[in-house]
């Protein structure tokens, strides 16, 4: 009987099975950032442990940085706080940096794979739930929480229970105008938010075969919005072909070797599966939530659904996001007027999204319709240089956008880039909870860059096939 | 300074926060994550719901005197989902009384694994259960719920239900050996022995 690649990492990383009846597992790579380990230092100090393997770790500020300056102090006396306190941990624990001073600093899920940190079959954790990014590299990487930050600084291992793997497949071609983000987002709304707890999800099938790894990172990252703690693709010749040569990759005198383990994780051709899903890329439109979970979406040509449309037990929560987001049940997403356009995050916040984002724009040859605020967020500084060489971030400006440095921003709105009051915030990023974007009272639409680009044009929810002419 | 960090009876009145799927943002707002302790933190638990409801001329149960003192929360499905943020259940913990156990039909995987780390068991029941006892709990606010973990039972009242909790972290609720950094640490020889066995660890080298 063959086994997945769930089942080959998780038994190649156990370290013990634990008496609880849980796993001790080993973590090939553990990311860190400002937000969740401050705590997790302080009490590896209190118990005088100290960092088992600094060289498997890596830190980077992300969720904090202002994206307007990098000045020093930070204008937030309590950002620059966590600033401080990351630099000096980091220091004292003899852990690689990526700092905003030597401007190295990026998302941390942007920033693992371009550095070639991030590898097949390795398990790699950090602090934050959108980790599952990694496993679009054929790696098992999940969130978790700071005193397991804790953990896993003290010893590189975490008390783990063993999940099940759902493979989803998505057969058939994406039609033109539809992402990666769109495949999410659908899969999301087809499954429930609730769908994937207690699973690992593995994407699999022609759509995700033909995808380059940034739009495998894009599908990855959001595994944890329909509810499973991790979610991977297979490792390919596409991933091998991204890795080689980047900073932290295998050298070429052990590539062949690298390759052949990663060949060896793959999941085998009579693997078997607790459940297995199978959807049509072509039956994907444009997807763009209008509620208060990644769940809750339409395609852009469809309404708001009608509360009858739910199962009774879903009801409750669809009236609350009609009330909260001032939605009419039937009422077309298209044309919903937006104040704020955010392209950016560790969903969104890539090379291929900004230069898909300039292509459009420069197609179109349109502005930034009146009132609306929009924003270029890269994901790291690496990807903002590329986009300054290839001249971008001109386009960009004079077509009205914002073009910031790299960081979350304003996908959860922890640094000064929020919205206000009620505003409403077309959003390449992945969370359209309340109070998500920084204001209690402001509302989010989450949506492909093209289709957040075609919103901060046109100033409304707008169909960025019909815009952009994409056939 | 010893503690005793064993969980065996947990007993105290209940606060039923209703809805489904929850997330942590809602828990605890990102703004107060700007910081580089847990302290503080209990009084923003559920800040913006807050504000909200009592914006609209009602309040919410974080609000209303009579679950001021409530030791166990109940919630509906998905509980604690979205962002990975310990801050959640810190929070939890830090609010009123302190919040030391957790009732739900669901939660959140990243949630559930964090309030394990910081000793607050969640328990699962079904959804006609769960519905009961929030009802049962905002028609009597100072209504007993104790949580008996030897034999994974919870009463309220007249009421008595089972509820599924794996042996093992029951075991190590009863124990007080929650806190797993000193046990993973007990395996320091074994940890090096399954690093040494991983290809990449020696960067693919012969």
């Known amino acids: 009987m063959g086994q997945t690649l769930y089942d080959k990492l998780f038994d190649s990383h156990t370290v013990a099975k634990l008496p609880s009846g849980q796993y001790q597992l080993f973590m090939g790579l553990h990311l860190l950032h400002e937000v969740t380990s401050p705590q997790a230092f302080s009490s590896l100090d209190e118990r005088g442990l100290s960092v088992a393997y600094p060289e498997r770790s890596f830190a980077t500020a992300d969720h904090i940085i202002p994206t307007h300056t990098r000045l020093r102090p930070l204008q937030d006396s309590l950002a620059e706080e966590m600033l401080v306190s990351l630099e000096g941990n980091v220091a004292r624990h003899g852990i690689p940096f990526a700092s ?42 999940f969130g978790i929480g700071t005193s397991q930050v804790r953990d896993v600084l003290a010893t590189q291992t975490l008390t783990m229970n ?73 490792p390919d010749a596409t991933t091998y072909e991204y890795l080689r040569g980047r900073r932290f990759a295998p050298s070429a005198a052990n590539w062949d070797r690298a390759v052949r383990y990663w060949e060896s994780v793959r999941s085998d051709a009579d693997a078997v599966y607790a459940d297995v899903v199978r959807l049509d890329g072509s039956a994907i439109e444009p997807m763009v939530t209008w509620g208060i979970t990644p769940g809750q979406s339409v395609g852009v040509s469809g309404a708001v659904p009608e509360l009858s449309s739910f199962p009774p037990n879903e009801r409750e929560t669809a009236e609350e996001a009609y009330r909260y987001m001032s939605f009419e049940p039937g009422q077309s997403i298209s044309g919903t007027k937006v104040d704020v356009a955010f392209i950016g995050s560790c969903t969104n916040g890539r090379l291929s999204d900004f230069e898909e984002v300039a292509r459009l724009i420069q197609k179109s040859q349109r502005k930034v319709a009146p009132g609306v605020r929009a924003l270029i967020v890269p994901g790291s500084q690496d990807v903002r240089q590329a986009l300054i060489d290839r001249g971008y971030d001109k386009l960009f400006t004079d077509a009205g956008f914002e073009f910031r440095e790299p960081g979350c921003s304003m996908c959860l709105a922890m640094n000064p880039d929020k919205l206000q009051g009620r505003q409403v915030c077309a959003s390449s990023s992945n969370r359209n909870f309340k109070g998500r974007q920084g204001s209690p009272s402001g509302r989010t639409l989450l949506m492909s860059p093209a289709m957040v680009a075609a919103a901060a044009l046109a100033g409304s929810v707008t169909d960025a096939r019909q815009l952009f002419d994409l056939r | 300074m010893t503690q005793d960090t064993r969980r065996i009876v947990i007993e105290g009145s209940a606060v039923p926060v209703r809805g489904d799927d929850i997330d942590t943002d809602r828990i605890i707002p990102a703004r107060y994550l700007r910081t580089v302790t847990f302290t503080g933190l209990g009084q923003h638990a559920f800040e913006d719901d807050r504000i909200d409801l009592s914006k609209a001329g009602k309040q919410h149960p974080f609000d209303m005197p009579s679950f001021a003192g409530a030791r166990i929360l109940l919630a509906n499905k998905n509980f604690g989902c979205g962002s990975s943020r310990e801050h959640a259940p810190q929070a939890l913990m830090r609010w009123g009384q302190g919040i030391s156990a957790i009732v739900a039909e669901s939660f959140a995987e990243i949630f559930h694994a964090n309030c394990f780390s910081l000793g607050i068991p969640c328990v699962k029941v079904d959804e006609a259960t769960c519905r009961a006892l929030m009802t049962a709990a905002e028609e009597q606010p100072d209504l007993v719920f104790r949580i008996h973990l030897e034999n994974s039972t919870l009463e309220a009242g007249p009421r008595r239900v089972n509820f599924e909790m794996p042996a093992g972290v029951r075991q190590r609720f009863l124990e007080g050996s929650w806190d797993s950094t000193a046990e993973l640490l007990g395996n320091l020889p074994q940890i090096r022995k399954t690093a040494a066995q991983l290809p990449y660890m020696r960067g693919f080298a012969e």
Not at chain 1, 124 to 133: A, R
Not at chain 1, 207 to 227: K, P
């Open chain 1, 162 to 234: 063993r999940l099940k793997v759902r493979k989803i497949e998505i057969y058939g071609k994406l039609r033109p105008g539809v992402y990666a983000k769109d495949v999410a987002l659908y899969v999301i709304h087809r499954l429930g938010v609730q769908g994937g707890v207690g699973f690992t999800y593995e994407y699999a099938g022609e759509v995700v075969d033909r995808f380059s790894m940034d739009e495998r990172m894009t599908l990855c990252n959001m595994s944890i919005e329909g509810g499973a703690r991790a979610g991977y693709i297979n």
């Open chain 1, 100 to 141: 905003p001073a030597r401007r190295e600093q990026g998302i941390v899920h942007v920033l693992g794979p371009e550095l070639g940190l991030t590898q097949p079959g390795m398990m790699i954790c950090c602090g934050d739930s959108h980790t599952s990014t990694h496993g679009a590299f054929g790696s098992l990487a």
